[in-house]
């Protein structure tokens, strides 16, 4: 039951998630016994210990609560990297005085029963359960109650009193999806970039969305500088995903194959490297290929991991993708926040800040030491939360704007999915449970629809025919 806990609380919390400073130091109450010592040449009994009081397992994500005298006991299922708990469930509890308690519990419907072993003279409480064998160290104190927060009801928010979404030029999003699109489809059939193939007898010049490869030698003061020479890059001339100085690689559009030519850009103010930061320099450049990003519709269908049969098909479903992943950030950065009520976003930041923690647990490192090598930190993971409310929000702002709206056959096929991936999941579920756990997720069934409409609505304006 232990191992069966610990397999469904991070199925669940990984499925539930939607890419520093500390958040703050766990305490896992957990103290091993000091190691006693004696003077040289006596004898002291072996000390024992008492079973009362609190046990922790890392390992099962458990915490067992014996009390003397008590016939009932607690069992908490801790969440993965905290020392805290989502549910506790009471067991009938019997011990036999020496070292066996038994405690049994309803699991569903289905009534379980434990054995725990208690070994006075080690201070440890062991249970074996099928093939699993579970230890269990004293624990300070009880587990905290886990924060959890319900998905947002934007639906009955009063968005206007909490945000304003400006003019959005939706027209100057269509080169930069269409680019994206190009290159997402090149990438999931050829693996990376750097696999594209050339152009063959390439003599156009480049362009933006062009995938090249070139040459460069950065100078400042006419002296090149440490690290800014290289041969063989590949890049992507566009807005989609472009990590480089801004000028970069707009400065090869225009130049051909084999062409040597220079590209003036200035380092941002804020640049790690405090001796090109604000400065104005030269690279050199010598422009070696263009990849050739097309695919035919004999490669699409080669391509098994989806289920289009040409490339017109592929670039509709991809270009659908790329508006979206654009659309949110041009929408966050257009919303104009007077203020978010905690509501809108607390949720988002404890799903964050709870997706590290379950990926420090499954990788064996304390989390803190993840954030560490991660840099991750409690203000980034806010403003990640903050700008998923903003987004949600002005999704109900722009569809109410534009009288968009759903229907509740809209709804109700939504609803049937929740229910359907719920029974796929859970072969023996009943459909009754399927609708418990649907209903769940009713604020985020409608977001999901509203934002349906929206984005629908907007790829009509980003490409009118």
């Not at 006693?36 to 072996?46: C, L, N, R």
């Not at 930069?176 to 156009?204: H, Q, W």
């Not at 704007?401 to 709804?411: K, M, R, S």
């Not at 604020?443 to 984005?455: A, C, D, G, R, W």
Request: with cysteine; aromatic share 14%.
């Amino acid at each position: 039951m232990i191992k069966r806990i610990l397999i469904f609380v991070l199925a669940i919390i990984m499925l539930s998630l939607a890419s520093c400073k500390v958040v703050e130091v766990i305490d896992h109450g957990t103290t091993l016994p000091e190691e006693e010592t004696t003077p040289e040449g006596t004898t002291e009994p072996q000390k024992e210990y008492s079973p009362w009081g609190f046990w922790y397992s890392a390992e099962g994500l458990s915490v067992i609560e014996l009390t003397e005298g008590a016939t009932t006991a607690t069992i908490y299922s801790t969440t993965p990297g905290y020392y805290e708990y989502e549910n506790s469930t009471t067991a009938d509890c019997t011990y036999d005085g020496n070292a066996t308690f038994t405690l049994s519990f309803l699991e569903g419907d289905v009534e379980e029963t434990l054995n725990f072993v208690f070994d006075k003279f080690a201070n440890t409480l062991t249970v074996k359960d099928g093939e699993y064998t579970t230890k269990f160290l004293p624990a300070q104190k009880a587990p905290a109650k886990h924060p959890k927060y319900p998905f947002p009801n934007y639906a009955d928010m009063d968005f206007a009193s909490i945000l304003t979404v400006g003019d959005i030029n939706y027209s100057s999003l269509a080169a930069t999806v269409l680019e994206g699109a190009r290159y997402e489809i090149a990438t999931a059939f050829y693996g990376d970039m750097r696999s594209f193939p050339k152009l063959e007898n390439a003599t156009r010049p480049a362009v933006s969305g062009d995938v090249v490869n070139i040459n460069y030698c950065g100078k400042l003061d006419g002296v090149a500088f440490s690290g800014g020479t290289a041969t063989g890059v590949v890049l992507f001339i566009s807005d989609y995903e472009n990590g480089y100085i801004p000028g970069f690689t707009d400065g090869i559009i225009g130049h051909t194959v084999g062409e040597t030519f220079d590209v003036p850009v200035t380092f941002p103010e804020e640049y790690h490297a405090p001796d090109l930061a604000g400065k104005a320099v030269i690279f050199t450049m010598t422009l070696n290929s263009i990849c050739d990003l097309s695919l035919t519709d004999a490669q699409v269908v080669e391509y098994t991991q989806n289920n289009h049969t040409t490339y017109d098909e592929w670039l509709v479903a991809a270009k659908a993708d790329v508006a979206k992943t654009l659309l949110r950030d041009t929408i966050v950065a257009a919303s104009a926040v007077i203020k978010l009520p905690e509501e809108s976003y607390l949720y988002f930041y404890q799903q964050i800040i709870d997706y590290y923690h379950v990926m420090a647990y499954y990788y064996g490192v304390d989390y803190e030491m993840l954030a560490l090598y991660y840099g991750l930190s409690e203000e980034a993971f806010m403003q990640q939360a903050l700008n998923e409310a903003t987004y949600n929000l002005a999704l109900y702002s722009l569809a109410n704007e534009n009288t968009l709206a759903w229907t509740e056959d809209d709804y109700t096929a939504k609803y049937e999915e929740y229910v359907a991936n719920y029974l796929e999941t859970y072969k023996e579920a009943t459909r009754e449970e399927a609708c418990k756990y649907a209903d769940e997720f009713v604020s985020k069934i409608k977001l999901e629809l509203t934002e349906e409409k929206v984005l629908a609505w907007a790829m009509m304006q980003i490409f009118p025919e």
